[in-house]
């Protein structure tokens, strides 16, 4: 595993990088689009940190990609990136867990809300295409998070 990946930090950092892009719905298949338009940032950093056979689960539901993709869009709505704080739990930040594994926690307060929300998860990464992914992803938390 790389230094750059060999540290819970790497999650966090990766996890709040994928929440603050943004996200740029393209039409579907058929409708016509010419010429450079908006790029989709969430899509091409889902597509960075998260392998092509990733799979995961969201509060105990297996996912595929495509549904830990869309989770992650659900959770993003709900996400006040001025507002995140990376939990200090030396369990959680800074000493991987196991060959690979890497964990963290985050809380925020959603913007209009005034009770905070704590969503945990791991990783298991690896390399692929010369660097690292996350090949396998479980994040607990309200499960509503995780709706559209």
Request: net charge negative.
């Amino acid at each position: 595993m790389s230094v750059a990946a060999s540290s819970n930090r790497w999650l966090s950092d990766c996890l709040c990088d994928l929440m603050a892009s943004p996200h740029v719905a393209m039409p579907p298949h058929g409708g016509m689009h010419l010429g450079p338009g908006p790029v989709d940032v969430f899509t091409t950093r889902f597509n960075e940190y998260f392998g092509h056979e990733a799979c995961g689960t969201l509060c105990g539901r297996p996912v595929d990609r495509e549904g830990l993709k869309t989770g992650l869009l659900a959770l993003q709505k709900r996400w006040n990136p001025e507002a995140v704080r990376v939990g200090n739990d030396p369990q959680l930040n800074g000493i991987p867990l196991g060959h690979n594994i890497l964990a963290t926690e985050v809380e925020w307060t959603p913007e209009g809300s005034t009770v905070p929300e704590v969503v945990l998860a791991e990783a298991s990464v690896g390399e692929e295409r010369g660097h690292e992914q996350i090949r396998f992803l479980k994040m607990e938390g309200n499960s509503a998070l995780f709706r559209a």
